[in-house]
Protein backbone atom coordinates (compact mmCIF):
# COMPACT_ATOMS: atom_id res chain seq x y z
CA UNK A 1 0.00 0.00 0.00
CA UNK A 2 1.60 3.35 -0.68
CA UNK A 3 2.80 5.76 1.33
CA UNK A 4 0.10 8.49 1.69
CA UNK A 5 1.84 11.15 2.41
CA UNK A 6 5.37 12.72 3.88
CA UNK A 7 6.40 11.14 7.04
CA UNK A 8 5.34 12.55 10.26
CA UNK A 9 7.31 14.84 12.50
CA UNK A 10 9.11 13.14 14.64
CA UNK A 11 7.17 12.47 17.81
CA UNK A 12 7.16 10.16 20.94
CA UNK A 13 4.26 8.09 19.47
CA UNK A 14 2.80 8.09 16.03
CA UNK A 15 0.41 5.18 14.93
CA UNK A 16 -1.69 5.06 11.21
CA UNK A 17 -4.69 2.89 10.51
CA UNK A 18 -5.95 2.53 6.62
CA UNK A 19 -9.02 1.44 5.99
CA UNK A 20 -11.23 1.46 2.98
CA UNK A 21 -13.30 4.67 1.94
CA UNK A 22 -16.70 2.69 2.92
CA UNK A 23 -19.51 3.82 6.07
CA UNK A 24 -19.38 -0.28 7.44
CA UNK A 25 -15.64 0.89 8.59
CA UNK A 26 -16.83 3.76 10.29
CA UNK A 27 -17.48 1.77 13.24
CA UNK A 28 -13.58 0.65 13.23
CA UNK A 29 -12.10 4.12 12.97
CA UNK A 30 -14.20 5.19 16.10
CA UNK A 31 -12.66 2.37 18.13
CA UNK A 32 -9.21 2.99 17.13
CA UNK A 33 -9.74 6.73 18.22
CA UNK A 34 -11.07 5.72 21.36
CA UNK A 35 -8.79 2.92 22.17
CA UNK A 36 -5.73 4.76 21.80
CA UNK A 37 -7.36 7.65 24.00
CA UNK A 38 -7.65 5.85 26.60
CA UNK A 39 -4.36 4.15 26.28
CA UNK A 40 -3.12 7.61 26.40
CA UNK A 41 -5.00 8.73 29.17
CA UNK A 42 -7.04 11.18 27.36
CA UNK A 43 -9.86 12.33 29.53
CA UNK A 44 -13.23 10.85 28.57
CA UNK A 45 -14.86 13.99 27.20
CA UNK A 46 -12.24 14.89 24.91
CA UNK A 47 -11.50 11.31 23.64
CA UNK A 48 -15.54 11.37 23.04
CA UNK A 49 -15.07 14.92 20.99
CA UNK A 50 -11.26 13.46 19.03
CA UNK A 51 -13.49 10.07 17.80
CA UNK A 52 -16.43 12.22 16.83
CA UNK A 53 -14.15 15.00 14.92
CA UNK A 54 -12.45 11.78 13.38
CA UNK A 55 -15.81 10.66 12.27
CA UNK A 56 -17.44 13.58 10.91
CA UNK A 57 -14.09 13.61 8.93
CA UNK A 58 -14.29 10.58 7.15
CA UNK A 59 -17.90 10.89 7.07
CA UNK A 60 -17.57 13.74 5.07
CA UNK A 61 -14.84 12.28 2.57
CA UNK A 62 -16.78 8.91 2.25
CA UNK A 63 -19.50 11.34 0.96
CA UNK A 64 -17.82 14.01 -0.94
CA UNK A 65 -15.21 12.24 -2.84
CA UNK A 66 -15.93 9.82 -5.46
CA UNK A 67 -13.37 8.38 -6.55
CA UNK A 68 -12.25 7.68 -2.83
CA UNK A 69 -10.78 4.12 -2.48
CA UNK A 70 -9.36 4.35 1.31
CA UNK A 71 -8.59 7.10 4.59
CA UNK A 72 -5.45 6.92 5.81
CA UNK A 73 -5.47 8.13 9.21
CA UNK A 74 -2.46 9.18 11.26
CA UNK A 75 -2.10 9.79 14.93
CA UNK A 76 0.83 11.61 16.38
CA UNK A 77 0.95 11.80 19.62
CA UNK A 78 2.76 14.92 21.65
CA UNK A 79 2.93 16.14 25.22
CA UNK A 80 0.85 18.60 24.92
CA UNK A 81 -1.42 17.61 22.31
CA UNK A 82 -2.72 14.92 19.67
CA UNK A 83 -3.05 15.63 16.57
CA UNK A 84 -5.09 13.33 14.23
CA UNK A 85 -4.46 13.65 10.64
CA UNK A 86 -7.03 12.28 7.86
CA UNK A 87 -5.96 11.44 3.73
CA UNK A 88 -7.94 10.56 1.78
CA UNK A 89 -6.23 8.16 -1.14
CA UNK A 90 -5.49 8.22 -3.51
CA UNK A 91 -5.15 11.89 -2.94
CA UNK A 92 -7.77 13.97 -4.01
CA UNK A 93 -7.88 17.63 -4.91
CA UNK A 94 -8.94 20.58 -2.45
CA UNK A 95 -11.48 18.50 -0.09
CA UNK A 96 -13.81 21.91 0.53
CA UNK A 97 -15.53 24.60 -1.24
CA UNK A 98 -15.74 28.32 -0.15
CA UNK A 99 -18.53 28.57 -2.04
CA UNK A 100 -20.86 26.51 -0.35
CA UNK A 101 -21.89 26.86 3.55
CA UNK A 102 -20.23 23.84 5.50
CA UNK A 103 -22.33 20.83 6.01
CA UNK A 104 -23.17 20.20 9.33
CA UNK A 105 -20.93 17.21 10.48
CA UNK A 106 -17.93 20.02 9.40
CA UNK A 107 -19.61 22.28 11.91
CA UNK A 108 -19.58 20.12 14.42
CA UNK A 109 -15.97 18.70 13.77
CA UNK A 110 -15.11 22.65 14.59
CA UNK A 111 -16.83 22.71 17.37
CA UNK A 112 -15.68 19.79 19.12
CA UNK A 113 -12.28 19.95 19.13
CA UNK A 114 -8.99 22.70 19.48
CA UNK A 115 -8.11 23.30 15.32
CA UNK A 116 -8.80 22.04 12.38
CA UNK A 117 -6.53 22.48 9.53
CA UNK A 118 -7.39 21.90 5.68
CA UNK A 119 -3.82 20.32 4.42
CA UNK A 120 -3.61 20.69 0.45
CA UNK A 121 -0.41 18.46 -0.41
CA UNK A 122 -1.53 15.97 0.09
CA UNK A 123 -5.00 16.97 0.34
CA UNK A 124 -6.87 15.93 3.70
CA UNK A 125 -7.07 17.36 7.33
CA UNK A 126 -5.18 17.75 10.74
CA UNK A 127 -7.06 17.86 13.61
CA UNK A 128 -5.95 18.42 17.15
CA UNK A 129 -6.83 18.34 20.50
CA UNK A 130 -4.95 20.09 23.17
CA UNK A 131 -4.57 18.07 26.49
CA UNK A 132 -5.02 19.44 29.61
CA UNK A 133 -1.96 19.83 32.13
CA UNK A 134 0.67 21.12 30.11
CA UNK A 135 0.94 25.03 29.82
CA UNK B 1 -21.95 -2.45 13.80
CA UNK B 2 -25.54 -3.11 14.81
CA UNK B 3 -28.04 -1.17 15.29
CA UNK B 4 -31.86 -1.87 16.20
CA UNK B 5 -34.88 -0.38 15.87
CA UNK B 6 -38.27 -1.26 17.77
CA UNK B 7 -41.68 0.31 17.49
CA UNK B 8 -44.38 0.32 19.32
CA UNK B 9 -47.87 2.62 20.19
CA UNK B 10 -48.02 3.53 23.48
CA UNK B 11 -51.58 4.33 24.97
CA UNK B 12 -52.65 5.17 21.62
CA UNK B 13 -51.37 8.50 21.89
CA UNK B 14 -47.96 7.81 20.29
CA UNK B 15 -45.48 5.52 19.22
CA UNK B 16 -42.16 5.27 20.41
CA UNK B 17 -39.32 4.48 18.49
CA UNK B 18 -36.19 2.84 20.47
CA UNK B 19 -32.95 2.80 19.22
CA UNK B 20 -29.77 0.74 20.25
CA UNK B 21 -26.57 1.01 18.82
CA UNK B 22 -24.43 3.62 16.99
CA UNK B 23 -26.56 6.18 14.63
CA UNK B 24 -24.12 7.20 11.86
CA UNK B 25 -23.51 7.24 8.02
CA UNK B 26 -23.71 3.17 7.58
CA UNK B 27 -27.11 2.87 10.08
CA UNK B 28 -28.93 6.27 9.51
CA UNK B 29 -30.78 4.73 6.63
CA UNK B 30 -31.89 2.12 8.70
CA UNK B 31 -33.53 4.37 11.33
CA UNK B 32 -35.03 6.77 8.88
CA UNK B 33 -36.85 3.80 7.06
CA UNK B 34 -38.35 2.87 10.51
CA UNK B 35 -39.72 6.53 10.82
CA UNK B 36 -40.36 7.36 7.54
CA UNK B 37 -42.85 4.15 7.87
CA UNK B 38 -44.52 5.21 11.07
CA UNK B 39 -45.14 9.03 9.54
CA UNK B 40 -46.20 6.77 6.28
CA UNK B 41 -48.97 4.98 8.34
CA UNK B 42 -50.33 8.80 10.00
CA UNK B 43 -48.50 8.19 13.10
CA UNK B 44 -47.45 11.94 13.51
CA UNK B 45 -46.66 11.64 17.36
CA UNK B 46 -43.11 10.22 17.80
CA UNK B 47 -41.09 9.43 21.30
CA UNK B 48 -37.75 8.58 20.00
CA UNK B 49 -35.94 6.75 22.70
CA UNK B 50 -32.14 7.47 22.39
CA UNK B 51 -31.33 5.44 26.03
CA UNK B 52 -29.67 2.91 24.00
CA UNK B 53 -27.88 4.83 21.83
CA UNK B 54 -24.20 4.65 22.19
CA UNK B 55 -23.44 7.43 19.20
CA UNK B 56 -25.08 9.66 16.92
CA UNK B 57 -23.51 11.81 14.26
CA UNK B 58 -24.61 14.57 11.80
CA UNK B 59 -26.25 12.14 9.58
CA UNK B 60 -28.36 11.11 12.46
CA UNK B 61 -28.97 14.69 13.57
CA UNK B 62 -30.04 14.73 10.05
CA UNK B 63 -32.42 12.30 10.37
CA UNK B 64 -33.46 13.51 13.43
CA UNK B 65 -34.53 17.08 12.03
CA UNK B 66 -36.09 15.06 8.39
CA UNK B 67 -38.55 13.54 11.00
CA UNK B 68 -39.62 16.18 12.91
CA UNK B 69 -39.77 18.79 9.45
CA UNK B 70 -42.49 16.11 8.44
CA UNK B 71 -44.59 15.69 11.42
CA UNK B 72 -44.77 19.33 12.07
CA UNK B 73 -46.43 19.44 8.56
CA UNK B 74 -49.07 17.11 9.84
CA UNK B 75 -49.13 19.66 13.79
CA UNK B 76 -47.34 16.46 15.24
CA UNK B 77 -44.56 16.38 17.69
CA UNK B 78 -41.01 14.71 18.06
CA UNK B 79 -40.03 14.08 21.70
CA UNK B 80 -36.35 12.42 22.53
CA UNK B 81 -35.59 10.64 25.31
CA UNK B 82 -31.88 11.11 25.79
CA UNK B 83 -29.72 11.22 29.12
CA UNK B 84 -26.45 10.50 27.46
CA UNK B 85 -24.32 13.90 28.28
CA UNK B 86 -22.48 13.13 25.48
CA UNK B 87 -25.10 13.02 22.71
CA UNK B 88 -26.90 15.80 24.58
CA UNK B 89 -23.86 18.32 24.09
CA UNK B 90 -24.01 17.11 20.54
CA UNK B 91 -28.02 18.50 20.44
CA UNK B 92 -26.17 21.39 22.66
CA UNK B 93 -23.99 22.35 20.26
CA UNK B 94 -25.45 22.14 17.16
CA UNK B 95 -28.60 24.61 18.49
CA UNK B 96 -30.87 21.61 17.92
CA UNK B 97 -31.53 21.63 21.79
CA UNK B 98 -34.08 24.51 20.66
CA UNK B 99 -36.13 22.65 18.33
CA UNK B 100 -36.23 19.06 20.22
CA UNK B 101 -38.44 18.17 23.08
CA UNK B 102 -35.65 16.28 25.02
CA UNK B 103 -36.82 14.21 28.06
CA UNK B 104 -35.38 12.32 30.99
CA UNK B 105 -38.03 9.28 30.57
CA UNK B 106 -40.92 7.94 28.76
CA UNK B 107 -43.37 8.76 31.57
CA UNK B 108 -41.93 12.58 31.71
CA UNK B 109 -42.90 12.64 27.44
CA UNK B 110 -45.98 11.09 27.62
CA UNK B 111 -46.70 13.65 30.46
CA UNK B 112 -46.03 16.38 27.68
CA UNK B 113 -47.64 14.59 24.83
CA UNK B 114 -50.83 14.73 27.21
Request: charged share 25%; aromatic share 4%; glycine share 8%.
Amino acid sequence: MPEPGPPLQAGPLQLGLTVPAQAEFLGVVRLAVAGLCHRLDVPPDRGEDLKMAVDEACSYCIQTLPALERIAIRFEMAPDRLCVRILPQPPQGPLVSSEQPPPLGLVLMEALIDAVEWLENPAGLRLTVNLPGVP
Amino acid sequence: MDIKVNTRSVLDKAHVVEVQGEIDVYTSPRVKEMINELIEQGRFNLIIDLEGVRYIDSTGLGVLIGALKKVREHEGRILLICTNPQIKKIFNITGLVKIFEIYKDEEEALKALA
